[in-house]
């Protein structure tokens, strides 16, 4: 069965809140909600067999549920189906209604489909709501996607918001600061560095040198350290 097919389960855990796991259709179970919905039967040569609902067929029958989670299924049902639109709409409607995890769930399927618009629209939404693990690992898989695709959102500013969102950080805020030496952007790099609490002020000295000399001023890297 191709992967394509593949239907998502949602798996609530109490102690998180939402848990959403991509789950195919040859891993369902009759004690799933979704597997009635999802499985069709047939009687081939004696032999009861099991196949999945076609996608159309799927799609109406989660429309007319009242489960937010059907919401979820229903956008991969019309992704399947080739509507992208229809499949983006359902599942902002999910994370809206699941909160943080759901919206980062949704983050990383637009982005994973190339919807970036929709990805960094979702990831901003999630952003504030997540535990700190879950946090930093959205925030850097956010920065990826602005490397990657430059045109949809900012890389420097979201390296910005990531050292902004952990300031106890000190390897956020130097990659916030070495992005905006590479960018030609070295007075606010100076700015940066001399707003931040988190590094001590030897580490501070050394990498104002390192930002200098990679700027191509070796003379005024030497005279920081000299001072």
Known sequence: MSRRRALVLLVPLAAAGLAASHIPWEEMTEADWIYALATRFSL??????????????????????SETAALRQLAEARMELGDRPGALLALEKWAEAEGPQAWAET???????????????????ALPGLPAEAKRALADERI???DQHP??????ALRKARAEMFPDDPQALEEW????????RLAEADQGLAA????????????????????GDHLGA?????A
């Open 44 to 65: 081939v040569d004696g032999h009861r067999v099991h196949y999945p609902t076609p996608p159309a067929e799927l799609a109406k029958l989660l429309e007319a549920r």
């Open 107 to 125: 983050a990383r399927w637009a982005a994973s489909h190339l919807q970036m618009a929709t990805a960094f629209r979702a990831a901003e939404r």
């Open 144 to 146: 990826g996607w602005a």
């Open 151 to 156: 045109g949809e959102a900012d890389p420097i």
């Open 177 to 184: 600061l070495r992005a905006l030496e590479k960018a030609n």
């Open 196 to 215: 931040s609490k988190t590094l001590t002020p030897e580490r501070r000295l050394l990498l104002r040198s390192d930002l200098l000399a990679a700027h």
């Open 222 to 226: 030497f005279q920081v350290l000299d």
